[in-house]
Nanobody, 114 residues
Framework: QVQLVESGGGLVQAGGSLRLSCAASGISSRVLNMAWYRQAPGKQRELVAFITSGGTTNYADSVKGRFTISRDNSKNTVALQMNSLKPEDTAVYYC????????WGQGTQVTVSS
């Protein structure tokens, strides 16, 4: 059974930092791309950061320079370091991975207070 399990969410003040982690288990195929998405209340889910198996990254304009995505291919894990957090970063953050079949995590809440 494939599982993506996120951890690291929580409540932080504006300007603070959080680190999200996601571990993929039960995947027999090679994990290709991995990413973090987020969904704020009343809004559509949006791509935050993306990383290929080769380490190429891409970021939403709103998080460039503040967030950093990284991965460990040997462990099928992906992390998102979030610095200089803003109230508008408040959302449920989801881990995503492809083999190329797509898998989603259950989400972790990030709340940034002003």
């Amino acid at each position: 059974q494939v599982q993506l399990v996120e951890s690291g969410g929580g409540l932080v003040q504006a300007g603070g930092s959080l680190r999200l982690s996601c571990a993929a288990s039960g995947i027999s195929s090679r994990v290709l791309n991995m990413a973090w998405y987020r969904q704020a209340p009343g809004k559509q889910r949006e791509l935050v950061a993306f990383i290929t198996s080769g380490g190429t990254t891409n970021y939403a304009d709103s998080v460039k320079g503040r967030f950093t995505i990284s991965r460990d291919n040997s462990k099928n894990t992906v992390a998102l370091q979030m610095n200089s957090l803003k109230p508008e970063d408040t959302a449920v953050y989801y881990c995503w991975a492809t083999t190329p079949r797509a898998y989603w995590g259950q989400g972790t809440q990030v709340t940034v207070s002003s």
